[in-house]
């Protein structure tokens, strides 16, 4: 029975690892923070996997997990995360004519720029999630993350044109 449960685990995670790698990537700029919270994410699944019911997708429960993880793990090094930030959006150049690459960067970047809850509605939100699975993920309302999305928009547009 635990094997099954072991197989059926591991076969879910690998199908879905891009969740939080992409957690991750939004909410830590240094790969050995990111490689620990990743960690800490897989950790978190595991133990919390028996608790899974099914009546979501696998997705929508593991981005939960994991960005209820990187929230946590953010809230305990706020201080130490917020100077990387300043340090490296005081270093960030002008992006007229990038490309690809250096686009998906400025992107993450801008989204880096946000607070915690609004780096993880916009996150959900790239991932075509729909505001009922984002509000179900983040434990707001529909409404409130039909408001946040547009507010978090406008936000992302000031930033662009300061860097611009």
């Known amino acids: 029975m635990t094997d099954s449960i072991d197989s059926d685990f591991l076969k879910l995670i690998n199908d879905n690892l891009g969740i939080a790698q992409k957690v ?5 700029d240094d790969l050995d923070t990111r490689q620990d919270v990743m960690q800490e994410m ?18 929508t429960w593991m981005y939960s997990v994991c960005l209820n993880t990187a929230l946590t793990y953010h809230r ?3 201080k130490d995360q917020s100077e990387r930030l300043k340090a490296h959006h005081d270093n960030i150049a002008d992006k007229s004519g990038g490309t690809d690459d250096e686009d998906m960067l400025f992107m993450f ?14 996150l959900l939100y790239l991932e075509d999630m729909s505001y009922e699975e984002i509000a179900t993920i ?10 946040r999305l547009v507010r978090i928009k406008k936000e992302l ?3 662009m044109k300061k860097i611009i």
């Not at 991750?24 to 830590?28: A, E, G, N, P, R």
């Not at 897989?42 to 997705?59: A, E, I, N, V």
């Not at 970047?109 to 916009?122: D, E, R």
């Open 138 to 147: 983040t434990g707001l309302t529909k409404t409130n993350v039909s408001v």
């Open 76 to 78: 305990k090094s706020r």
């Open 24 to 28: 991750t990537t939004i909410y830590f």
């Open 109 to 122: 970047q801008a989204i880096a720029a946000l607070s915690p809850l609004n780096k993880a509605i916009v």
């Open 42 to 59: 897989m950790y978190q699944l595991w133990k919390s996997f028996r608790t899974f019911d099914g009546r979501s997708k696998f997705s």
């Open 157 to 159: 547009q000031l930033f």
